[in-house]
């Protein structure tokens, strides 16, 4: 009886490998990672060897009740403590409101120089929150920098004022574009130079035109086209979309 009350007790957790540790944690929001770090003093340090970074202002907000300063003020940290030798494979973002601009440009700077594999960044934006960067050509063109980047989801972002949204990668593979549902008709077409791309999806409303290249490579291609009652009035065209096909 005392031998099987002590297998009762085990802690077979804690006895576990630090990779398999580090690949569990990885699917976590870094603030859970964090907080469950603490729990174990062997754990203490796990999380600043984690592969991954998900960074997200519901879940933070949910659990802490904090304000969106507090937010920013967690990411500096984790950025700062984060062990500089550890890979980083995918870096989620997800930020409800004003985005700071300094602490964007420090995230991208983190995710080029680590060279991740998969970037997430996903807004809820208005005219006062964050916006691509817009060269002197008039077009947005803000992953060229990304020599490993892999997949990428654009969720309902803007570039304010360009004529071109600009994506280029030779080893982007996965793309997704969601547009805002109240659309901003800020550029007019989408070019994509992606000679690696396999898989794209777009969802929401096909104002722009759309400029590919290397189109063979693509296998999966999924467009949800939505088109609001409200838009029959406007210079919307559906030969636009027509010329997608």
Known sequence: MKRLKRTENKDNLSELPDCVLL??????????AVQTCILSARWKNLWKH????RLNTYLHSL???IKLKGFTKFV??????????????????????LV??????RILKYAVSHNVQQLQICYI??????????????????????????SLIIDRCVALDAENL????????????????????????????????????????????????????VTHLKIDANVPWSYADLDWNLLVFLSWL
Do not use: M
Request: aromatic share 10%; hydrophobic share 40%.
């Open 23 to 32: 690949h569990i944690l990885s699917f976590l929001d870094t603030k859970l």
């Open 125 to 150: 934006l208005s005219l006062t929150n964050f916006a691509f960067h817009v060269g002197d050509n008039g077009c947005a063109d803000p992953f060229s920098e990304f020599k490993n980047l892999n």
């Open 50 to 53: 984690v592969p991954a970074l």
């Open 166 to 217: 600009h994506i280029s990668s030779v080893t982007l593979a996965n793309l997704t574009v969601r547009t805002p549902r109240v659309v901003a008709r800020n550029y007019r077409k989408i070019e994509l130079s992606t000679a690696s791309l396999r898989s794209f999806v777009f969802i929401g409303i096909p104002y722009q035109k759309l400029v590919w290249s290397h189109l063979c490579s």
């Open 100 to 105: 700071e601009p300094h602490i964007f440009k």
């Open 76 to 97: 500096s940290s984790i950025l700062s403590k984060r062990d500089a030798s550890t890979a980083l494979h995918t870096l989620e973002f997800r930020r409800t409101g």
């Open 63 to 65: 659990y802490t009740r």
